[in-house]
């Protein structure tokens, strides 16, 4: 915090001021500096070197961005090297005045003490068993599908259906354990994690790490912020939450009828968001940046599932195959995420509290063993984001902890059934297209 942290703003600017270079949240706005522990950092130069891209840096310019920080990486000793050549002066303790948001700074150490408990409940330890059987989990079933392929083809209708299931079932496990090691959840040496990133999500799934942390940390960032968080960029075929829609719909813009949106989203993005939008992105995304030891990873799917398939079913067959794994993978995928996330608040970037921000962007859905299984422990999607780096075998244990702290600041924790965040989808998506329709009318 600093020598200054328990005086107020004045005599902390004098106290501070002898020892450094001190600034105030006008200049730092002005500059697009970033503070995290009252510390001001210039990451104007070291953001193209940034590891997470450099979009996510200039999405938290201007602002502290201390929890970010800490959530996202493990390795304090490693990122500080980095930091000390960063820094270029402090700004005064609890000076933020942010008129969105009351009690920010209280909120702020709250939290902070909160981490410091899941440390202390040692919750960032992973559980070997836990991740290994899980990795046993998609052998035995990528081994059980394949075996089915093998026997019958297409001959038999319903053992080929029971493999596509299996093969299914793989690559949507495949996607939650990738998910933990890009987190950085499952080891602990950082290096191991990003390795078994690749060996997952590129060998087995035949998708980019890279793409994926470019991507997702920038949602993780700034969840449902409209033109900060990649995964609600929907303008062209959808509007979500309750401004944009209205912003659209007042300047007399509708590419397609989005007062009927919770009908036609249910038929467009889940069907195509994997086999054909995720697959385009890829492509384009490392062909640009020249990712070729990523295309050489990617590369290992293709040659496990050619010498798989292919010699039983051929070349246009296991195509075929391979589309409608993901075809119904894509299903699974946006069912058991955006269930958490489109029904919540979508808005410009307001620089609120880490915690308000992961409180009204996120929800949870009920804990039991399928809701486990089936998403990937992302029911306690709130646990999840304001802990990323957490094991995910762990979030229900600090869940009772983030329900206090909500209660004492009036923020309201939304934990829903699983058929009532199913639905939320729907009503959401219709809400959205009523606002844009009246606005356009009107």
């Avoid at 697009?32 to 450099?54: A, C, E, Q, R």
């Avoid at 969105?100 to 939290?111: G, P, S």
């Avoid at 409940?121 to 998609?138: E, I």
Wanted: aromatic content about 16%; some cysteine; proline content about 4%.
């Amino acid at each position: 915090m600093g020598k200054g942290a328990n005086l107020v703003p004045d005599e902390a600017e004098k106290s501070l001021s002898e020892e450094t270079k001190i600034f105030k949240w006008s200049e730092i706005r002005q500059n697009k500096w970033i503070v995290i522990d009252n510390n001001v950092y210039d990451v104007s130069t070291f953001s193209k070197k940034h590891p997470g891209g450099k979009v996510i840096l200039l999405n938290n310019v201007g602002q502290d961005a201390t929890d970010a920080f800490t959530s996202f990486h493990k390795d304090m000793n490693k990122v500080e090297k980095y930091l000390k050549a960063l820094k270029i002066g402090k700004v005064v303790p609890e000076s933020d005045i942010n008129q969105n948001e009351e009690r920010k700074d209280e909120l702020h150490k709250d939290f902070q003490q909160l981490r410091k408990l899941a440390e202390k409940m040692n919750l960032f330890k992973p559980s070997p068993w836990f991740y290994s059987l899980h990795f046993l989990q998609l052998i035995v079933l990528d081994l059980i599908g394949t075996y089915l392929i093998y026997k019958s083809g297409y001959e038999n209708w319903f053992s080929y259906f029971i493999a596509v299931a299996c093969l299914v079932t793989t690559q949507a496990q495949a996607g939650w354990l990738q998910h933990d090691l890009g987190h950085l959840s499952v080891f602990k040496s950082t290096k191991m994690n990003h390795f078994a990133h690749k060996v997952v999500i590129c060998a087995i799934m035949g998708f980019s790490s890279d793409r994926w942390n470019n991507r997702h940390f920038k949602h993780h960032a700034k969840p449902n912020a409209i033109k900060k968080d990649p995964d609600i960029r929907f303008s062209y075929f959808y509007l979500l939450g309750k401004k944009l829609p209205e912003e659209v719909g007042k300047k007399k813009k509708g590419w397609l009828p989005y007062n009927l949106q919770q009908f036609y989203f249910f038929f467009t993005l889940p069907p195509s968001l994997i086999p054909i939008l995720s697959a385009a992105e890829t492509a384009i995304y490392l062909t640009r940046r020249k990712k070729f030891y990523e295309i050489m990873w990617i590369g290992i799917f293709s040659i496990r599932w050619y010498f798989m398939f292919v010699p039983i079913l051929g070349i246009f067959a296991t195509i075929k195959l391979l589309f409608l794994v993901r075809f119904f993978q894509s299903y699974w995928f946006i069912w058991s995420t955006q269930m958490s996330h489109l029904p919540m608040e979508v808005d410009y970037d307001q620089d609120l509290s880490w915690f308000r921000t992961q409180l009204i962007t996120t929800c949870n859905v009920e804990q039991s063993a399928f809701n486990d299984w089936v998403s990937g422990h992302l029911n306690f999607q709130i646990e999840h984001h304001l802990f990323p780096t957490m094991p995910r075998h762990n979030l229900y244990k600090i869940a009772p902890h983030v329900k206090q702290l909500c209660e004492k600041y009036g923020i309201e924790y939304q934990c829903k059934t699983m058929s009532q965040a199913t639905f939320d989808i729907y009503n959401c998506l219709k809400e959205s297209g009523e606002i844009w329709y009246e606005a356009y009318n009107s």
